[in-house]
């Protein structure tokens, strides 16, 4: 049993000691003392059913053995930084993760969070191009750093830095945008950017394959083909962030670009990799990743033993429990029954997403598309005390975001359609 601090200790010394930025999704906030697979265990030893999975940051599940085992072993070995010495264990997982790749993409760089891997994508691009114009879509979430944060395109997330060379072009969004799924015509953006707010030249393009943070949009069907087409024409470099749709999360594929049939020069990952382990990546072709010997280029604990460790038993428990085939089956079956929710409930305005990525937006009015953001709010906490944890996101907060642990059951999504159905029969 648990014998630390309570809740109530830990957020009193939050309040003192930590940022006052941090924020917690409910009124009375949860404290998670531990987790076994799919599942989160409070203070009480209270049983929740993760459908958030710390925000797609555990793949294979919580506390997973493999990943504890190769964890621990490790750091009983030795634990230190990726530099200066050799260790098998950066060389296993880079060897391991190339092999996951498409194309040419087959050198990897370690970081240790998903702004830093896009810091260095759009840097790559910048120095492989010449040029400094990057396109990123609007609604995108890239990161908090200078670079991520310019090309980060919600107002919620930027604070007010110089922001240079990067473009917003419109977003591919089926559900709220103008040209609703075709892909093309949205793409016509980027080839207009480049046109009129350009030299011609551009450094790059990135996108997730399917927004997290912006609320589980799935790129229009057709826009990638067509943006990375004019990227291309224009010199540049096109970067996919697989930091939440990766790792087979989407079940269809092992990466989330691949549904749109391109092949990225750079791809940039985080979170799931990991399963919770501080790791993120940059993996690119041989003749890119040249660029970086132009000058000293170091992080202490990119691709550190420890962490790498870890990220080559994720790969392998993945591969181990079929966990993409299992994201396809239970993910398709959870889109249907929350599919048929929708019919149930005016307030359920759009069920999207692919395999363990899925999002529900609430709408106060369906022609209007009106925000239901306090219902989206109560629906979560009314959920969390059926035991169910579901995230949320969106411009507007208004969309629950569904990525649990790649291991969820059928009986998990049934559980936790059917925690969602009670609470919204009772509003
Ligand atoms: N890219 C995407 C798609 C993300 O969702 C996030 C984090 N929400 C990041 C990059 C940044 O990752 P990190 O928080 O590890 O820096």
């Given at each position: 049993p648990y014998t630390g601090p309570s809740a109530d200790q830990i957020l009193a010394k939050r309040k003192q000691y930590l940022s006052p930025s941090l924020f917690h999704f409910f009124s009375k906030p949860l404290n998670v003392v531990d987790g076994k697979m799919q599942y989160l265990f409070d203070e009480n030893g209270r049983r929740y059913l993760d459908g958030f999975g710390g925000i797609a940051t555990v793949c294979c599940g919580h506390c997973h053995p493999d990943v504890v085992d190769a964890i621990v072993k490790q750091v009983n070995r030795i634990q230190h930084s990726t530099v200066l010495y050799l260790n098998h264990a950066?060389?296993?997982?880079?060897?391991?993760?190339?092999?996951?790749?498409?194309?040419?993409?087959?050198?990897?760089?370690?970081?240790?969070?998903?702004?830093?891997?896009?810091?260095?994508?759009?840097?790559?691009?910048?120095?492989?191009?010449?040029?400094?114009?990057?396109?990123?879509?609007?609604?995108?979430?890239?990161?908090?750093?200078?670079?991520?944060?310019?090309?980060?395109?919600?107002?919620?997330?930027?604070?007010?830095?110089?922001?240079?060379?990067?473009?917003?072009?419109?977003?591919?969004?089926?559900?709220?945008?103008?040209?609703?799924?075709?892909?093309?015509?949205?793409?016509?953006?980027?080839?207009?950017?480049?046109?009129?707010?350009?030299?011609?030249?551009?450094?790059?393009?990135?996108?997730?394959?399917?927004?997290?943070?912006?609320?589980?949009?799935?790129?229009?069907?057709?826009?990638?083909?067509?943006?990375?087409?004019?990227?291309?024409?224009?010199?540049?470099?096109?970067?996919?962030?697989?930091?939440?749709?990766?790792?087979?999360?989407?079940?269809?594929?092992?990466?989330?670009?691949?549904?749109?049939?391109?092949?990225?020069?750079?791809?940039?990952?985080?979170?799931g990799i990991g399963n919770g382990i501080p790791l993120g990546a940059v993996v690119?072709?041989?003749?890119?990743?040249?660029?970086?010997?132009?000058?000293?280029?170091?992080?202490?604990?990119?691709?550190?033993?420890?962490?790498?460790?870890?990220?080559?038993?994720?790969?392998?428990?993945?591969?181990?429990?079929?966990?993409?085939?299992?994201?396809?089956?239970?993910?398709?079956?959870?889109?249907?029954?929350?599919?048929?929710?929708?019919?149930?409930?005016?307030?359920?305005?759009?069920?999207?997403?692919?395999?363990?990525m899925l999002g529900v937006e609430l709408v106060t009015d369906r022609q209007q598309k009106t925000p239901a953001k306090a219902e989206t709010l109560h629906v979560m906490e009314q959920m969390k005390e059926l035991g169910v944890l579901i995230g949320k996101g969106g411009f507007y907060g208004n969309v629950f975001r569904i990525t649990p642990p790649l291991c969820f059951t059928k009986e998990d999504a049934d559980f936790l359609v059917d925690a969602m159905d009670h609470t919204m029969s009772k509003m």
């Amino acid at each position: 049993p648990y014998t630390g601090p309570s809740a109530d200790q830990i957020l009193a010394k939050r309040k003192q000691y930590l940022s006052p930025s941090l924020f917690h999704f409910f009124s009375k906030p949860l404290n998670v003392v531990d987790g076994k697979m799919q599942y989160l265990f409070d203070e009480n030893g209270r049983r929740y059913l993760d459908g958030f999975g710390g925000i797609a940051t555990v793949c294979c599940g919580h506390c997973h053995p493999d990943v504890v085992d190769a964890i621990v072993k490790q750091v009983n070995r030795i634990q230190h930084s990726t530099v200066l010495y050799l260790n098998h264990a950066i060389a296993d997982f880079a060897e391991a993760l190339a092999s996951k790749m498409p194309g040419n993409l087959k050198v990897v760089f370690f970081t240790n969070s998903g702004t830093e891997a896009n810091e260095l994508a759009l840097m790559i691009a910048r120095l492989y191009t010449g040029c400094q114009d990057i396109i990123s879509l609007r609604n995108a979430y890239h990161g908090n750093a200078a670079g991520t944060m310019g090309a980060t395109a919600q107002s919620l997330w930027k604070f007010n830095v110089i922001q240079s060379g990067v473009h917003h072009a419109l977003n591919p969004d089926p559900y709220r945008g103008v040209f609703g799924s075709d892909g093309e015509m949205y793409a016509k953006d980027v080839q207009d950017i480049i046109d009129f707010g350009t030299s011609g030249h551009v450094a790059g393009f990135i996108s997730e394959a399917i927004q997290g943070v912006g609320g589980i949009i799935e790129l229009a069907p057709d826009y990638l083909p067509a943006a990375y087409k004019s990227i291309k024409k224009a010199g540049g470099l096109c970067i996919a962030d697989e930091v939440q749709a990766g790792f087979g999360r989407t079940g269809s594929h092992f990466w989330g670009f691949e549904a749109q049939g391109v092949v990225p020069d750079i791809v940039t990952m985080a979170k799931g990799i990991g399963n919770g382990i501080p790791l993120g990546a940059v993996v690119t072709t041989p003749e890119i990743a040249e660029v970086l010997t132009r000058r000293c280029y170091f992080n202490t604990f990119g691709g550190n033993p420890l962490c790498t460790a870890a990220g080559l038993a994720v790969l392998r428990v993945i591969e181990k429990e079929n966990l993409q085939e299992n994201a396809l089956v239970v993910g398709s079956h959870l889109k249907k029954r929350l599919a048929e929710l929708k019919d149930k409930y005016e307030i359920i305005g759009d069920v999207r997403g692919k395999g363990l990525m899925l999002g529900v937006e609430l709408v106060t009015d369906r022609q209007q598309k009106t925000p239901a953001k306090a219902e989206t709010l109560h629906v979560m906490e009314q959920m969390k005390e059926l035991g169910v944890l579901i995230g949320k996101g969106g411009f507007y907060g208004n969309v629950f975001r569904i990525t649990p642990p790649l291991c969820f059951t059928k009986e998990d999504a049934d559980f936790l359609v059917d925690a969602m159905d009670h609470t919204m029969s009772k509003m």
